[in-house]
Each structure stands twice: as C-alpha cells, then as structure tokens.
C-alpha cells in the first residue's frame, strides 16, 4: 500500500512539472515574440512587426490557464484577450503608426502580465519614451525605442529590471 502511494505522489510530482514547464514554454513564446515585435518596431520594420504578432497571438493561444495558481489566472483572465486583440491588430495592419498605438496598449498589459506569471526565463527590462509617455519591455537594458524606431532609436530610460524567474 505505501508503495502505491509513494508512486501515485512521484507520478503527480512529475505531471505538476510537465504542466509547468508547458507553462513556461507559453510564457517563453509570447516573451520572445513580444520581443520580436519590439525589435522590428524599433527598426521601422512594419512586415517584421506583423509577422512577430502573428506568432504573439498564436502563443496567446497556447496557454493553459487551468494549470496556473490563483495570482497567475487571475492576470491571465484580466489581460489575455487584451494582449489578442491588440497582438490581432499589429498583425492585421501594415501601418506602422497604428501598429505603434496598439504596441503601446500591448506592451501595457503584457507587462501586467509579465509581473505576475512568476516563470519568465529572461531578465527582461521595463523602458519608458518620455516623449511618447509610453512604456515597453526588452530584453537588453540599451534602448531601441519602438514608437520612434531609427529617428529617435536611444529616447528612453530603464525604469525597471524584472529579474528571470527559472
């Protein structure tokens, strides 16, 4: 009897780590793809930034909210069809200004999310355009600014290092 319990604990054991290790790889998906958009917005890439958002929302699909804890379902519920909505709008549009505008909404609720989900493997950095009163993330603490690209690249600030949580 006590065998079967303690193989019935390291089977739920492992399942809990395969569900979260999911976890972190959607989490991983919409942090790079995140990422991807900023580069290309940074760049005045409007084909990249649509192509990055496309697989923004297609990340925005893979997660599970069922296996998250009650903090992380909670921002999950209040931010992720906001994050698909404006990642739909990036990608459906070539206008680089309106792809800028729903950036800035999405950068806003993904760094919501960000600080909640507990599971990002990158030290990411929250930077801010003075300019356009606006925030993003990075990966890098060099600003690359998104909602100027190559006319005003370096405007900005680090305003916050959000540490990788492995």
């Known amino acids: 009897m006590r065998t079967i319990k303690t193989f019935a604990l390291i089977l739920f054991m492992a399942f809990g780590a395969q569900v979260k290790a999911a976890d972190n790889a959607a989490i991983s998906h919409l942090i790079k793809a995140y990422l991807g958009m900023k580069d ?27 296996t998250m804890d009650a903090a992380q379902k909670a921002a999950w519920t209040k931010y992720g069809q906001k994050l698909r909505f404006n990642g739909d709008h990036i990608a459906e549009s070539t206008d680089i200004a309106h792809q800028r505008e ?45 909602y100027y690209g190559k006319d005003m690249d370096e405007c900005g600030e680090v305003k916050e290092t959000i540490k990788a949580v492995k």
């Open 40 to 66: 290309a917005l940074a760049t005045d890439n409007s084909k990249t930034a649509n192509a990055q958002a496309k697989l923004f929302t297609a990340a925005v699909k893979e997660v599970n909210a069922s």
């Open 102 to 146: 729903h950036f800035q909404k999405l950068s806003d609720d993904f760094y919501g999310l960000i600080k909640n989900m507990k599971s990002n493997d990158v030290t990411l950095y929250r930077q801010y355009c003075p300019m356009k009163k606006a925030y993003w993330l990075s990966a890098s603490d060099k600003i690359s600014n998104p």
